[in-house]
């Protein structure tokens, strides 16, 4: 059985075909090795060094830029203008929506929004009733689960 060649494109070396990926019918033109080259340290590599401290550090950075961030300061002093004690019951993303009527500007990251709530709960300046509601905004596709708070 005669074993056909193809030439690979990063080492320039002719290799038989079984060293190459197949895509369909035809062949990739890197073989393997140097696909393997090109990858670098595989991410079990990179999961393997970390350690449990990396990863609460990490945590503990992003949970401060989100409270040091001048858009959480902003969100906070909109929260109580907009919302007197005992004038409100409903799920955090209506709080959300309320402060962006009243222009807030959007967080870097979306998830800032869930920090925001618990920064709220955290600060006393809202409670959790005990019961759920699903939430109402078109991209959250009634989400269940949502905590309902009082003000």
Not at 44 to 64: G, P, S
Not at 75 to 80: D, N, P, S
Request: proline share 5%; charged share 30%; aromatic share 10%.
């Amino acid at each position: 059985m005669s074993d056909k060649y193809q030439t690979c494109v990063e080492c320039k070396l002719s290799k038989p075909l079984s060293m190459f990926n197949r895509k369909g019918i035809t062949f990739d033109t890197i073989c393997r090795q140097c696909v393997e080259e090109l990858k670098g340290p595989s991410l079990q590599d990179w999961y393997d060094q970390r350690t449990k401290q990396d990863a609460f550090r990490e945590k503990d950075e992003a949970l401060e830029q989100v409270h040091e961030e001048p858009w959480a300061t902003q969100a906070m002093t909109r929260f109580i203008r907009l919302v007197p004690r005992g004038s409100f019951l409903g799920i955090a993303e209506e709080y959300r929506i309320m402060l962006i009527a009243d222009g807030l500007p959007p967080p870097h990251h979306h998830n800032c929004w869930g920090s925001f709530a618990t920064a709220l709960v955290k600060a006393g300046l809202i409670e959790w009733t005990g019961e759920y509601d699903h939430m109402k905004g078109s991209k959250s596709h009634g989400r269940g689960g949502s905590k309902i708070y009082r003000r």
